[in-house]
């Protein structure tokens, strides 16, 4: 059903995101948001039918501590999130396996699927008030961490 395989940045093109990421599009645009995005063995995409679904990965920022992203589509089926969320915990332990005792992941405050998938991946939510025009959209933003034991 789902085929997980390595990001390229020209994945972006064409990926239908969800409403609530909408305000990226037009970074999908940029060749160069791609490369940023684009992590060897840390970033990925999900393919169904030889279509990008969506794209996740985790960019280091500094050692010990990384950053987690996910741009997902509108047509991505229900019964793909659980292979997905299954996929997304496999390489956030592996990233916790090579040394990155923080992630951290943004979440807009509005958007209930994604909170709960955060936390049901074990982030926890360190700014509940949110942090004010944090999202390059102006918006506010809940900021979530998942740090190692």
């Not at 050692?63 to 996910?70: I, L, T």
Request: neutral net charge; aromatic residues 12%; glycine residues 12%.
């Amino acid at each position: 059903m789902i085929e997980f395989i390595p990001f390229k940045p020209d994945h972006l093109v064409g990926l239908n995101l969800q409403p609530v990421q909408a305000y990226f599009q037009t970074s999908l645009l940029d060749p160069e948001y791609g490369k940023y995005l684009s992590v060897p063995g840390l970033s990925w995409s999900g393919e169904i039918d030889g279509a990008v679904v969506g794209s996740a990965g985790v960019i280091q920022r500094w050692p010990g501590r990384a950053k987690v992203w996910a741009l997902f589509g509108q047509s991505i089926p229900l019964k793909a999130w659980v292979p997905i969320t299954r996929f997304v915990e496999k390489v956030l332990s592996d990233a916790h396996g090579a040394g990155v005792r923080r992630l951290e992941a943004v979440v807009d405050p509005h958007h209930a699927a994604g909170v709960r998938w955060a936390e049901r991946l074990g982030f926890i939510c360190e700014t509940p008030w949110g942090m004010d025009g944090y999202g390059a959209d102006g918006k506010n933003y809940l900021l979530f961490a998942r740090v190692r034991p």
